[in-house]
């Protein structure tokens, strides 16, 4: 089956540098989400698109911007790049309940890109 | 307090021991509760999946929910090497945000 495919898969960036990171979902899964992932923490929500649209803010930097296309992928730009930015960046989509529209808390990740900043 | 309380660990067992690892949580308008398992430098897999209180089982895994304790478990029969892993129990009310702990590491050794 499909899963949730991230690149690039290692990101290595300078300090005041900008980055992309790519995702593309589970085909027909209509939610992303992306999440940033330190060393040794849990995973920390920064942001989500509904049907291409922002869903929900968390704790993204405001050099942090994303956007999901028209083709469902979404990503995830960095700019201005701090060396506390070195993280583990997942993507992750899910499925309305068709009936209800509701989001379940079935969660797909994919298997991140790390980025380092030197 | 934090939304979600989880035991780092680490956790250590015998191969074919019971593991039982636990969360506990404040917001009550929780209604989705999720176990992932982590391995290392990947990306969390959904293991149990549970929408009410009570227990859910899957295979050797148990997902047990207690609302009204605001706390879940997970409980792992017949444990074995490949189960070592992160083990993170996650969250939601409506699907938007997921709270996550901080995961409890296991290792099950031969």
């Known amino acids: 089956a499909a899963g949730v495919i991230q690149s690039p898969r290692h990101l290595i960036k300078e300090k005041r540098e900008t980055a992309t990171l790519k995702c593309y979902p589970i085909?027909?899964?209509?939610?992303v989400y992306w999440y940033q992932q330190g060393p040794g923490q849990d995973p920390q929500f920064l942001i989500s698109f509904y049907e291409k649209m922002q869903s929900d803010k968390g704790s993204i930097p405001d050099r942090f911007s994303a956007q999901q296309f028209s083709d469902y992928h979404s990503e995830l730009n960095m700019s201005s790049l701090e060396l506390g930015d070195s993280a583990l960046y997942f993507c992750a989509s899910s499925l309305s309940e068709r009936r209800t529209g509701v989001r379940t808390g079935e969660l797909f990740f994919g298997e991140g890109s790390r980025l380092t900043v030197l | 307090q934090k939304e979600v309380e989880q035991d780092p660990g680490p956790l250590s067992v015998p191969e074919g021991a019971i593991v039982s690892l636990n969360c506990t949580y404040s917001?009550?308008?929780?209604?989705?509760f999720m176990w992932y398992r982590q391995y290392s430098r990947k990306g969390p897999e959904l293991l149990m999946y549970?929408?009410?209180?009570g227990n859910k089982e899957d295979g050797r895994f148990t997902a047990q929910v207690d609302k009204s304790s605001k706390y879940i478990s997970l409980f792992i029969r017949d444990s074995q090497p490949s189960d070592s892993a992160t083990y993170l129990c996650a969250f939601t009310n409506t699907g938007n945000q997921f709270y996550f702990g901080t995961g409890t590491s296991l290792t099950v050794i031969p």
């Open positions: 917001n009550s308008a929780f209604q989705y």
């Open positions: 085909p027909r899964h209509d939610t």
């Open positions: 549970t929408y009410s209180s």
